[in-house]
């Protein structure tokens, strides 16, 4: 057996923890999943089974006294979850986005807010308001210095975990200021609050993530200490928009379990039918479009630590790619199936359920067009960042996945990408890399002709890109048609260099058909560019996929044995 790919490990720990989701006697069973979602309750008992094991120790940095030791680890950890099911992921998770700007503050406010949620207390993150959604800069909850003390006027709305939880990061106007420096986040702890100094708003009814807490919080001179607030007095905004880059990337881990649980069933239902072609194709795309987002949300975790710079558009383009593209994933794989989808059976029961959830992944931490602005608006610096590679030994340790990522450091997170992205940047030197290896070995010639396909679409785009104007208020088609084309084209670099420098390390198994000659790259590329894909990738594909369901492996790029296949 290979070395375990490093978060891998951790994964493994809760897996045996967990049990069986197949067995209706475990806490975290699918069985009591559907129950739940059917009772539209939350699932508080699978939360506390996961407090027991020590997860909210991994929403906390090593740093601060936690366990989280790399994004990479709780992007993995939060999939999962999400895996056996998203209700429960969205829930517990949520106080990993809650916590969260308290990183970005002095040891005070770390240390308190690390105690809540090692503790095990839930953590909420108040940001959108009934009036005005989205649009941060709009909020009209107030904070004002009085007496010594801060005190929270105004409501929350559509908060996730606003009731269950027992602190609240709020963002909120400092009183009488306007303008983007005219914010705070305060950390407001229900257990020190007056009586009659807030309220929670009533759970809406939502058709997916039916158990979940999606309600509000209403404050009228919340009084909370000054030694709650984050940073410096009007820099709220900026923490909140550096948080969302880290939020953004671990909301990728949500759509990598829903995905999977979504494509395990379909193999399941489908049973010996799954080999027939059509069948076969589509589980394929299927199973290709998952890889793709394993290995774009994988770097993008690396690139808080290695590249934290660039994390505004990275985060961005993950957040947008990712759940569409698990989202159409899901629904192709439903037409699939069809009245057996539907058929009110316990599978396709489970499968109505993750569609439903899966849905609302889109919308967290801004919607698709919200990500499309954040990449809009950096197209002239990445045009730019074109004419300057990096060669490719230096950008090599974003893409080798076995090696370690220094530690999390928060106020290197930077609002735009003034350099660019490295994995870009790197590209001509990757693509010559595996052209020099093609002519050595034969059998790479496939993978180094995709690598040239993906320069060649990159060259294109940043030839597009730059001969775009800035774009004005009303943003024109073009300029998100090259933001969305960013992202495919940054997924598809990022396959191809996490080939080249993870490919024959210790994680990686020697007999996988699909790391040979790259058989993995190609279906991916396919997926995310279009490009030709040859019979021998998609037969490697196909013997990996039906090998890690029929052993209850994860749908995965490294070994990692789940519960249901025994852990022994």
Known sequence: MPERYPPFTDLERLESHLGDPHDERVVFSHAACVR???????????????DRWGVPAYYVPAECGGALRTLEHGLHLL??????????????????????????????????????VLAGVPVSWGLTER??????LAG???????DGALRLTGEKWLINNATRGGVTAVLARVHGREGP?????????????????????????????RGADISGIAYTGAPVPEGNRVGEPGTGLETVLR??????????????????????????????????PEARARLLDAYADHLAAEVVATVAARCAHLAPAELSVVSAAVKYLVPLRTDALIRRLGDLLGMA????????????????????VDLFDGNRVVNLYAIVNQLPLLAAACARPVEWPQAAGLAALDRPCPALAPGRLRLVAARGVTVLRALPGAAERLREMAARRPELRPLAEVAAEVLARARSLCERTAALKPAPALVPVEHFEAAESFAAVFAAAAAVEVWLATHGSKPVAADDPRWAGGAWVRMVVHRLLGTPCDEPAREAMWTALTAQHREGMLLSLFPCRLAEGGMG
């Open 181 to 209: 420096r005219a914010f705070d986040v305060v950390y407001a702890d229900k257990a020190g609050l007056a009586p009659g100094t807030f309220r929670t708003l009533p759970k809406e009814r939502t058709l997916g993530i």
């Open 131 to 136: 009036a005005h959604g989205s649009d941060l």
């Open 79 to 116: 999939r999962a979850i999400a895996r056996r099911d998203l209700t429960v992921a969205i829930g517990h998770g949520k106080t990993f986005l809650g916590a969260v700007s308290a990183w970005f503050g002095g040891p005070e406010i770390q240390e308190l807010v690390a105690r809540w």
């Open 341 to 360: 989808a539907w058929d009110g059976g316990p599978e396709a029961v489970r499968f109505d359920k993750v569609a439903r959830d899966h849905r609302i």
């Open 140 to 146: 009209e909850v107030t904070v004002e210095e009085t």
């Open 36 to 50: 739940l979602d059917a009772a539209e309750e939350f699932p508080g008992d699978i939360c506390a089974h996961l």
């Open 243 to 276: 948080a969302l880059q880290l939020t953004r990337t671990m909301c990728a881990g949500l759509s990598l379990g829903g995905g999977e649980h979504a494509l395990r069933l379909a193999m399941s239902m489908l049973g010996p039918r799954a080999g027939e």
